[in-house]
């Protein structure tokens, strides 16, 4: 598999990002470091092409956290993929395009919403 490209909206501490890797200086390196603070995004990144291709993430299946929260009086386990949506956002999700082992291109997308995508509005199914 060889990443092209991919686009992040409101997932996690990514608000929105476009990282292409046929273009720029990603095109030209045979490999690369995702480096930065804190909360800057390096495993978002990560979790971002995990969701677009298997519609969940490592980072909550494999989290010791356990229990649920609520949202809007429904019940939402820690290990839901749809937490990952940034706080105070109605729409969330990544869009990764890729050539398979198989030399063809494919487009995998992963989204979730709230109602009428207002912030107030009952989380949607993924």
């Known amino acids: 598999m060889?990443?092209?490209?991919?686009?992040?909206h409101n997932i996690a501490s990514i608000k929105d990002a476009v990282i292409d890797f046929e273009n720029?200086?990603?095109n030209d390196e045979s490999q690369f470091l995702i480096t930065g603070k804190?909360?800057?995004g390096k495993t978002t990144i990560l979790d971002?092409?995990?969701?677009a291709l298997?519609?969940?993430?490592p980072r909550l299946e494999n989290t010791s956290?356990?229990?649920?929260?609520?949202?809007?009086d429904k019940e939402i386990t820690t290990k839901d993929?749809?937490?990952?949506?940034?706080?105070?956002?109605?729409?969330?999700y990544v869009s990764l395009t890729f050539i398979g082992?198989?030399?063809i291109h494919y487009q995998a997308t992963w989204s979730v919403a709230r109602a009428r995508k207002q912030i107030t509005g009952n989380l949607q199914g993924k």
């Open 101 to 103: 082992n198989n030399n």
């Open 65 to 72: 956290m356990q229990g649920v929260s609520t949202d809007n």
């Open 48 to 51: 971002a092409i995990c969701l």
């Open 2 to 8: 060889k990443l092209l490209k991919i686009e992040i």
């Open 38 to 40: 804190t909360g800057s």
């Open 81 to 92: 993929p749809r937490q990952i949506m940034r706080r105070d956002t109605g729409e969330a």
């Open 54 to 57: 298997y519609a969940n993430t």
């Open 24 to 26: 720029g200086p990603l």
